[in-house]
């Protein structure tokens, strides 16, 4: 019988940040819900857009269709 | 009757001499206020504590000084049966309301489990529930986002309440704080009152004053991915617990 389960694999929705009474609330995607100071906030985005951009020029290296398959154990 | 409550509602229930039984076996009732530790982690214990009235918590102190709930109970609860068994715990018993329980030393549930197969098997069945809901908090946490997380434990409360007569399926009493809450859901107090504002805001449950009114249970539940069947409920009570049942309440 098919396993019908979904697999865990990279989200193609964006998490949600709002400002709330002097922080930020990180919302999604999946199970994050994270509250931040508005440095920590800023730090994670700079971080955020540095790991995005490597992200794209490692899955351009590895030509189409390559974006999200990650390494398998088999 | 001190065991009133105990797998109230659920698929194994117990009967009336089993309860009688059981109610036997209790040395005595102690009452705690809110904020006591009835049971601190990793000291022996030769009873357990079936909680009558209130509602206590089970909590983790973490090294950084953090406190997290991993359970909440409620009257019919064996707060720590387990220890029957483990003769310790690995965490800390608390009162969150005021509390009345009834201590059933471990000599007299040897007694029982010698006695008594059936009710055996109903403390054991007690037992395993906790086991079922601490696997629904860990996906709880895992894999809902925030305000499906409070949702859930909304749910997952009113069912609880509702197998015991203390929910009439949309109000309940719920004495536990925004930070409370926050524990329970791995939240900050700020998140906590952003998800209920917005709870409020879509119409679906109103948080206030110790007191949780849900609006809209049917939504509530589809939001929340709630599905009581880990809380063994009888299918009435089940189907009342997810708003399917549309039978007048009280």
Known sequence: ?74 | MLTRHLLRNRLTELSDDERALLEGAVSQTRHYAAGQVVVRQGTPIEVSTLLVEGMMTRHVDAPDGRRHLVAVHVPGDFVDLHAYALKKLDHDVGALTDVTVAVVPHGALERLQLQDPRLTRGLWFQTLLDAAMHRQWIYRLASLNAIQRVAHFLCETNARLLAIGASDGEHFALPMTQGDIGEVCSLTNVHVSRVLRELRERGLCQVRSSHAHITDLRSLTQMAFFDPEYLYLQPAIARRATGIDGAPHG
């Open chain 1, 1 to 74: 019988m098919a396993d019908r389960r979904a697999m865990l694999a990279p989200r193609t929705d964006a998490g949600r940040a709002t400002a709330e009474n002097g922080v930020v609330l990180l919302d999604g995607p999946d199970g994050v819900a994270v509250t931040m100071t508005a440095d920590a906030a800023a730090r994670t985005a700079d971080s955020l857009l540095e790991a995005a951009r490597q992200a794209r020029e490692q899955a351009a290296a590895r030509g189409p269709g390559a974006a999200d398959a990650g390494e398998g154990l088999d």
